[in-house]
């Protein structure tokens, strides 16, 4: 059927508020109800059945995608990583489609694109198949889609999908297939830790139940910061450059935060790893440019904050994300976005919908065709 705006002003801004319900799909999907860590028959908690098989026992893992969904394999990579331990490699598909890596044996690959039609995601793909074709194992292809689209032609080209289960995104700027991808990748990432036994049953059952709650902190973002992020926009309309800085799995949100921006309000954005900010864009701080910096408590906590610090006495103006609420942080940040507490691991599906809300309503506030930016296109199938 025909998808509507349901009282939205913009399709964008509704796909924002879709993704409580997304991620519950996702949890619905992927995750066996009847689970619990005292089954005396040991089963995963995880159903992504014939994708599982594909790589229970990879050495190595390479992904290829493109825009949102390279930024949504950055987070995959640090959860494949960091929970399962298989060394992982993420790739622009257009730089890997003609500047491929050397072959490694036992390796899986993974193309990830919303739409299912990214030309240069497909190529990348095709080429890794061609120049596997005939060769045994460890040598042969074995890839997997990650992608929304089940209907698509990633689905036909590849040995099995992941299906994100967004429904039909329709603003260009990606949100919540974007969290779907990243739900998709906590997925993969748990049954390789399971099956590898990298993480104990306990750790894996408390990263379950931090998962299931949450749709229900998405909707207290929602609810609680929407209009205070959107009396903020006002004070940006007329920003010509925002840095937004993250940690760890929080570095590729401050990407995707950037991008957002960038994408719908065309105004000039950089996402930064927080301790790299010494080595260049520190030299355009200044009371005109405000910094975004993603501060969840875990391991990256005090160390962003010092990188905050050191943008404070260039006069930025500061906005910190973050779910502490104390003297220090309301110190340090000019504006707070508070989302609920969390594991920092999980932190990236509650710390991405704040600058989510922030570049939307920027963008709205600046009068923009938010569902159609200028130069863009949903997906795009031409190389
Ligand atoms: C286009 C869209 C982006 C998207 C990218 C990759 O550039 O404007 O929002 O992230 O394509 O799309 P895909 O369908 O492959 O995820």
Redesign the pocket.
């Known amino acids: 059927g025909t998808v509507e705006k349901q009282g939205f002003r913009h399709f964008m801004l509704k796909e924002i508020y879709e993704q409580p319900s997304v991620v519950r799909s996702c949890l619905e999907n992927y995750l066996d109800s009847s689970w619990s860590i005292d089954s005396i028959e040991a089963r995963s908690p995880i159903t992504l059945g014939a994708a599982a098989e594909l790589c229970s026992d990879v050495d190595y893992i390479q992904i290829v ?8 394999s950055l987070v995959g990579k640090h959860l494949l990583e960091q929970l399962a331990g298989i060394p992982t490699m993420v790739q622009y ?1 257009s730089e890997f489609r003609y500047f491929p890596s050397p072959m490694l044996a036992n390796t899986l690959t993974i193309g ?7 030309a ?2 497909l190529a990348a793909l095709e080429m890794e198949k061609q120049r596997r074709m005939g060769l045994e194992f460890p040598y042969n292809a074995k890839i997997l889609g990650i ?3 089940p209907e698509s032609t990633l689905t036909h080209m590849v040995d099995c999908i992941i299906n994100t289960h967004a429904g039909v995104e329709i603003g ?3 949100t919540k ?2 969290v779907a ?1 990243l739900m998709g990748f906590y997925f993969l990432a748990l049954e390789l830790a399971y099956r590898r036994k990298t993480l104990s049953l306990e750790k894996i059952e408390i990263l379950i139940k931090g998962l299931r709650k949450l749709p229900n902190q998405i909707e207290i973002i929602l609810e609680k910061q929407g209009e205070q992020i959107q009396e903020l926009s006002h004070n940006f309309c007329d920003t010509q450059d925002f840095i937004f800085l993250g940690r760890g799995i929080n570095f590729p949100i401050a990407l995707e935060g950037a ?1 957002k921006l960038k ?1 719908i309000s065309y105004i000039h954005a950089e996402g930064y790893p927080a301790g790299e900010m010494k080595h260049g864009p520190i030299a355009l701080l200044d009371a005109k440019v405000p910094v975004v910096a993603i501060t969840m408590p875990g391991v990256a906590h005090e160390k962003v904050l010092s990188n905050a610090q050191e943008a404070r006495a260039r006069d930025a103006h500061l906005i910190g994300v973050t779910s502490i609420d104390n003297a220090e942080s309301r110190t340090i940040f000019n504006d707070l976005l508070f989302v609920p507490e969390i594991d920092e691991i999980l932190s990236p599906i509650i710390s991405v919908i704040p600058l989510q809300l922030l570049a939307y309503h920027i963008a709205a506030k600046r009068g923009l065709d938010v569902d159609q ?1 200028r130069n ?5 199938t031409v190389e």
């Open positions: 995608a493109c825009g949102t969904s390279w930024n949504a598909a990830v694109t919303q739409s299912g039609e990214t240069d995601t992608t929304n689209r260009v700027a990606a297939s974007f991808q991008l994408e930016p863009l296109a949903k997906s795009v």
